[in-house]
């Protein structure tokens, strides 16, 4: 039996074994880098051990390091997570020879499994429905196709191509991208990304526990999964089950799983792959079938047998959301920094299922994490189970809308937004889901009036700071005078550029008339800010409560509160109305050095990946001149004109900083 157990990841993955192993009493064992010492995962295991492999992406790649901290610690089994050494055929071979229980899919199996054309080869003997694999180039007959790394998962590398006189150079990319073997399958348009997770054990039963719907995705990469499918009646459910069964048993696949298909509007199914890992969006399964898939997993390592006969019925609808720390409205541009806060309101539970209908979290994170570029972006995953669909939905959104994120961008708006767009409601759900909607990319916070209230409460809570603190007449309002007098001015730096807010208090302290107004960023240097009139488009506004903290306004009759949360120069405001950012500028700023002209700055924190050009060499406008990676994403740098590269200061594996020098370009 397993007694301790190592866990060879990270973030909520780690917390969400944890969470199982101190229900049926083993002990834990986590593993972290530099980056991790403070982590959430390596506080609440029993034992941790630091990992000296370079930059902390690869020090959770370290097998033998790994290995290494389990015999250190007494462990007598190791858990991959859901990460890369869930899939690595020598790695679970290196855990058997060393004398452990690995938790997760035989090494025999998942060298079969590294080559997706080759597992879809074996299970297209077997009759399961497959879409055409080409690897070479020359020999597609028809586009558009997407192109596929033979090896790895996650959406890296896949692009697709519509045209003939394109493919050769877009494989070429692809290859040089993976580092490995390419192939091409048709690219079917408006189709539906199905999984159905599978649990096997060493003694023949192969469980199916339903559909997952994961259409929603950015890159390639699921943000939205949900169960059951609202395109999967009870016929089409079985013949997926039947299929993934017999997937399974062709591969001879054991442990937890889930079988790959895409969908089409007639009902037609393709297997896709089978991913051998515990996936990231196990908990909406366990919601609505009862079970604790890690506790099954464990079992099935230990050499059980699965306790149920089939299937499991399906109760309810769960939905969950994938809280990343990426900007949607700049590229998915990942985000990093410290988390300065992280509360989700009326959590029912955490890395468990739910006992009844209500609101399950799993995070990595918490107040105070720090965010870096080098995980995967995800934060931590908002689960809703309700007896409909639409229950979920609507509950999910409104936890979201009220979460205090602070600190780092994320993906939170679009989610809301997806999750209450009429498209969603329906049904209505295909891979280019986000694609073909841009209005779900368009901030919460979008109403004119609704911003120009966030900056007046964080105004009036940042005076209110002030005055609590003052030495002198403290208990009296900011700005208060007994005879007329100008008005309290700030200047933030909001969303869409700097505004200037400003409000006049009369005598009784009462509000008597505020403005805000978008600023010339060159206005900043000039003096006479604040001399604005009061503008009649404002909405009539009262004063009910104004802390350093909570701000409550009377907007036309209609009570609003907004929690406003400072940390150094940033206002973090949350209200009904949506959250916002605002960075109060200096009166007095200092200048700022000037870049050379043709500096290319970094837009993120990240390693640089590739470097495809060399001083002295002229390049066009829009040529890529290098890659960043950071978030498991690479990130393309283009020449924004023609010209010659004048300097290049980083190389291959480099790590830059946000505004750090590139390349400089000589533009003609």
Request: net charge negative; charged share 20%; proline share 8%.
């Amino acid at each position: 039996m397993i007694r301790r157990l190592l866990v060879a990841d990270r973030g909520e993955i780690a917390r969400r074994v944890f969470a199982t192993c101190r229900l049926v009493g083993i002990e834990t064992v986590a593993v972290y880098s530099d980056a991790d010492s403070d982590a959430p995962h390596v506080g609440e295991a029993d034992y941790a051990v630091r990992l000296d492999g370079g930059v902390p992406a690869a020090a959770y790649l370290r097998g033998d390091l790994i290995i290494k901290a389990a015999q250190r610690t007494g462990a007598n089994a190791i858990h991959p997570g859901n990460g890369r050494l869930a899939e690595d055929p020598d790695f679970a071979a290196a855990v058997a020879e060393a004398g452990m229980i690995w938790v997760g899919a035989p090494a025999e199996t998942l060298g079969t499994l590294r080559s997706k054309s080759a597992t879809k080869a074996l299970v297209a003997e077997a009759r399961v429905p497959v879409l055409p694999t080409y690897t070479d180039p020359a020999k597609v007959p028809d586009f558009p196709v997407l192109i596929k790394p033979d090896a790895g998962s996650g959406g890296a590398g896949m692009r697709v191509v519509r045209d003939a006189t394109t493919l050769a150079e877009a494989v070429a990319s692809t290859r040089r991208e993976v580092g490995g073997d390419v192939y091409c399958e048709p690219y079917v348009e408006d189709v539906r990304h199905i999984e159905i997770p599978i649990l096997s054990d060493g003694h023949g039963s192969i469980v199916p526990f339903g559909e997952r719907e994961c259409s929603v995705q950015r890159r390639y990469q699921q943000i939205i999964e949900e169960t059951p499918s609202p395109a999967v009646d009870p016929g089409l459910r079985e013949e997926l089950c039947r299929a993934a069964i017999v997937a399974v048993r062709t591969i001879g696949y054991v442990g937890a799983g889930a079988v790959e298909f895409l969908l089409d509007a007639e009902g037609d199914f393709w297997f896709l792959e089978l991913t051998p890992t515990l996936q990231a969006e196990h908990a909406v399964t366990e919601c609505v079938s009862g079970y604790d898939l890690v506790r099954l997993q464990l079992l099935v390592a230990e050499g059980g047998v699965l306790p149920m006969p089939g299937p499991p019925p399906i109760r309810g609808h769960a939905i969950e959301v994938r809280v990343c720390a990426e900007d949607p409205a700049y590229a998915w541009l990942p985000a990093s920094g410290t988390l300065h806060r992280f509360a989700v309101p009326d959590v029912a539970a955490e890395f468990r299922p739910l006992p009844q209908p209500g609101l399950r979290l799993d995070a990595g994170v918490e107040d105070g994490s720090m965010v870096g570029v080098h995980p995967d972006p995800t934060l931590a995953k908002l689960i809703a189970w309700a007896p409909t669909r639409q229950e979920a939905a609507r509950m999910l959104a409104s936890a979201l809308t009220r979460t205090q994120l602070h600190g780092v961008a994320t993906n939170r708006d679009l989610l809301v937004r997806v999750l209450r767009h009429h498209s969603f409601r329906s049904g209505d759900l295909d891979t280019n889901f986000l694609d073909r909607r841009p209005e779900v990319f368009a901030p919460l916070l979008s109403a004119v009036d609704a911003v120009r209230i966030s900056c007046l409460a964080a105004a009036l809570a940042g005076a209110a700071g002030r005055r609590a603190t003052a030495a002198v007449l403290a208990s009296l309002p900011s700005g208060w005078r007994n005879v007329p007098s100008g008005s309290q001015t700030a200047v933030y730096d909001g969303p869409a550029g700097p505004v200037e807010v400003g409000y006049r208090m009369n005598r009784f302290g009462e509000l008597s008339g505020w403005w805000v107004r978008a600023v010339d960023p060159e206005e900043l240097d000039l003096a006479g800010l604040g001399q604005a009139p009061v503008l009649d488009d404002h909405p009539r506004t009262v004063v009910v409560v104004a802390s350093d903290e909570r701000v409550v306004l009377d907007v036309n009759g209609i009570r609003l509160t907004f929690n406003v949360h400072r940390v150094g120069e940033v206002s973090y405001v949350d209200s009904p109305e949506g959250s916002v950012a605002l960075r109060e500028l200096s009166r007095f700023p200092l200048p700022a050095p000037e870049a050379a002209e043709g500096s290319l700055i970094a837009p993120l924190p990240g390693a640089v990946r590739r470097v495809l050009v060399v001083p002295g060499q002229r390049v066009r406008a829009g040529e890529l001149l290098l890659t960043l990676e950071a978030m498991k994403l690479e990130h393309p740098v283009h020449a924004p004109s023609a010209g010659v590269v004048a300097s290049l200061p980083v190389h291959p594996g480099a790590e830059v900083n946000t505004g750090e020098l590139l390349a400089v370009l000589d533009p003609e």
